[in-house]
Nanobody, 115 residues
Framework: VQLQASGGGSGQAGGSLRLSCAAS????????MGWFRQAPGKEREFVAA????????YYADSVKARFTISRDDARNTVYLQMTSLKPEDTAVYYC?????????WGQGTQVTVSS
């Protein structure tokens, strides 16, 4: 599966952005999907994940109650709705798809939040 992330950009603290990750290839609905992010000078960190059928979601404590991950299997797309943005959310966001221990990564999309 190949992944294409989009929707990044600049926003102000307290604002919202929605990231999309479109997948090409077969069997999208069998993949678990998620997002990581990497801020300058920091390691890549987990943000959110959703299981293959959308019945389970997982969030980093730092984004819980502010970010929502969802998927639309008809569009082969996973979304990350980000609200109440903070300057510390500034990072390059990467989406991934996985089955078991096999992970596929998309290119990153930059999110910049100003105070």
């Amino acid at each position: 599966v190949q992944l294409q992330a989009s929707g990044g950009g600049s926003g102000q603290a307290g604002g919202s952005l929605r990231l999309s990750c479109a997948a090409s290839g077969r069997s999208f609905s069998t993949y678990g999907m998620g997002w990581f992010r990497q801020a300058p000078g920091k390691e890549r960190e987990f943000v959110a994940a959703i299981n293959w059928n959308g019945s389970k979601t997982y969030y980093a404590d730092s984004v819980k109650a502010r970010f929502t991950i969802s998927r639309d299997d008809a569009r082969n797309t996973v979304y990350l709705q980000m609200t109440s943005l903070k300057p510390e959310d500034t990072a390059v966001y990467y989406c991934y798809a996985h089955i078991g221990s096999v992970y596929n990564w998309g290119q990153g999309t930059q999110v910049t939040v100003s105070s």
